[in-house]
């Protein structure tokens, strides 16, 4: 069995009041690309993990990364070898564990069903798991994991993932946020709402990486249709109105900086 796990970016993303537990209220768009990591499943006598692809080496303990951790919550008879390619950069604002871990759901569920408290059990795994189970286009708040859906008017659209190999943990630019309430999300289509919203996190983002004012501005000189960070960072995103459009910024942005990591993707 092969399983995707899609590629997660936040289309916008306000940050609200900081709630007694610590966590800050979140209201952000959800939307899960065409590509991502890849899963690979075959029965065996006991669960394994192994990893390969571009950034195996940094996706940590086989035995206690988000992979392991899902396959632990969910009942399974037998055990299952998986292998996991992955495509998508560690710390980067694309939900890569979390997708990893939805994509451990999706495989269980096909060959044995989830448990009917799966969302609670995805929960306690991270705030993206329970939205990277479904992988589907949804406005998310509390700390991410309230779903609702809403009009998709934006599925097939191009984009464009760019990430300057630089790792940004979440802490640090939730720490760096000023803490202005700025308001809520826009209501409307999804294309309302990516068009006229924001990402809070991306001031505070680019004043502890500098660099990703740089990728922002390498992407809107493309003219997209719309360009920004997403999640905590590093990785930027632009969506654009045809595939040519996008494959011609990213051989231009390629050109210029070869050590850039992109993705030219889609959105579900």
């Known amino acids: 069995m092969k399983e995707t796990a899609y590629a997660k970016i936040n289309l916008a993303l306000h940050v609200r009041q900081r709630r007694e537990d610590g966590y800050h209220e979140l209201e952000t768009l959800f939307a899960f690309c065409e590509h991502g990591d ?11 993990l192994r990893t390969l692809g571009e950034f195996a080496e940094v996706v940590g303990d086989p035995g206690d990364n ?7 919550t969910l009942p399974h008879p037998g055990g299952l070898s998986i292998t996991l ?4 950069p560690v710390a980067a604002g694309l939900g890569g564990g979390s997708a990893d871990a939805g994509a451990v759901f999706r495989l269980i569920e096909r060959t ?3 448990p009917d408290n799966w969302q609670e059990r995805a929960l306690k795994l991270g705030a993206d798991v329970p939205a990277c189970v479904r992988s589907e286009m949804a406005l998310g708040r509390g700390v991410g994991e309230d779903l609702a859906p ?7 659209t191009p984009v464009l993932l760019v990430n300057p190999r630089v790792a940004l943990s979440t802490g640090p630019v939730f720490k760096a946020w000023d803490g202005q309430d700025r308001g809520a999300l826009p209501e409307g289509t999804a ?14 983002a680019i004043s502890i990486c500098p660099v ?10 493309t003219a997209p249709m719309l360009a920004r960070m997403s999640g905590s960072g590093a990785t930027c995103f632009a969506l654009y109105a045809t595939a040519e459009a996008r494959d011609s910024a990213a051989r231009a942005i390629a050109r210029r900086h070869p050590g850039w990591w992109q993705m030219a993707t889609a959105l579900r």
């Open 112 to 114: 044995h069903g989830l």
């Open 212 to 221: 990703i004012a740089e990728v922002l501005g390498e992407l809107r000189a």
């Open 150 to 156: 809403l009009e998709n008017d934006l599925a097939g």
């Open 38 to 48: 890849v899963l690979s499943a075959s029965p065996a006598e006991r669960d394994n």
């Open 85 to 88: 390619e992955k495509n998508l």
């Open 191 to 204: 294309r309302k709402i990516a068009l006229n919203g924001r990402n809070d996190l991306e001031a505070p």
């Open 66 to 72: 988000l992979v392991a951790r899902a396959l632990n």
